[in-house]
């Protein structure tokens, strides 16, 4: 090989070292639990301002869900571990909805497409229609690259404690419990 060859070769494994590097600091950064609890930014704060469609027409006013531990979930149709994720989000609500907790569905999707699925697919959490501004309220709350699914559990205070990129496990849920309960 070349000089100028083994440079090129050492130049693009550098590059992609480096990439990697960047992308694992910003998972960590994502999946890291806050330890303590502050009082929610300018970010949060505008995230309780914001209101969302329900399918049945009602509007969903996210202040109403202040004061609670709150799993809020973006997700989408046509996104298969969206979609997956889904069943052990319901199972969550349906074993601590009585412990406080809540968990929300923000659709980034068709009204029509979400309509369709949840009527073969039913979950006894709210579901609402983000629609395409969903990545950009996703995005508000620290998704940086607008994948799905993006999960947020925010303290009682408002605050938002937890960021998830990804699929979501029996293991987050847990610890999100603790977390937010300690």
């Given at each position: 090989?070349?000089?100028?060859?083994?440079?090129?070769?050492?130049?693009?494994?550098?590059?992609?070292?480096?990439?990697?590097?960047?992308?694992?600091?910003?998972?960590?950064?994502?999946?890291?639990?806050?330890?303590?609890?502050?009082?929610?930014?300018?970010?949060?704060?505008?995230?309780?301002?914001?209101?969302?469609?329900?399918?049945?027409?009602?509007?969903?006013?996210?202040?109403?869900?202040?004061?609670?531990?709150?799993?809020?979930?973006?997700?989408?149709t046509w996104?298969?571990?969206?979609?997956?994720?889904?069943?052990?989000?319901?199972?969550?609500?349906?074993?601590?909805?009585?412990?406080?907790?809540?968990?929300?569905?923000?659709?980034?999707?068709?009204?029509?497409?979400?309509?369709?699925?949840?009527?073969?697919?039913?979950?006894s959490f709210?579901?609402?229609?983000?629609?395409?501004?969903?990545?950009?309220?996703?995005?508000?709350?620290?998704?940086?690259?607008?994948?799905?699914?993006?999960?947020?559990?925010?303290?009682?205070?408002?605050?938002?404690?937890?960021?998830?990129?990804?699929?979501?496990?029996?293991?987050?849920?847990?610890a999100w419990?603790?977390?937010?309960?300690?």
């Amino acid at each position: 090989m070349s000089a100028p060859q083994a440079g090129s070769s050492r130049r693009t494994w550098l590059a992609a070292v480096g990439v990697v590097l960047v992308a694992g600091g910003t998972a960590f950064a994502l999946r890291r639990p806050s330890s303590t609890t502050r009082a929610p930014g300018p970010e949060e704060e505008a995230f309780w301002q914001q209101e969302f469609s329900q399918l049945d027409g009602s509007t969903l006013r996210m202040t109403s869900l202040r004061g609670k531990p709150l799993v809020v979930n973006f997700w989408a149709t046509w996104c298969p571990p969206c979609v997956a994720e889904l069943p052990l989000l319901d199972a969550f609500y349906a074993e601590n909805k009585a412990k406080s907790w809540q968990v929300i569905g923000l659709a980034v999707d068709q009204p029509s497409s979400v309509k369709r699925f949840l009527g073969q697919n039913p979950l006894s959490f709210p579901v609402a229609l983000a629609g395409a501004t969903g990545t950009d309220v996703s995005r508000s709350l620290g998704n940086l690259s607008g994948g799905l699914p993006f999960t947020v559990v925010f303290g009682p205070a408002g605050e938002v404690r937890h960021r998830k990129i990804g699929r979501v496990a029996p293991s987050d849920l847990e610890a999100w419990t603790q977390m937010v309960s300690a």
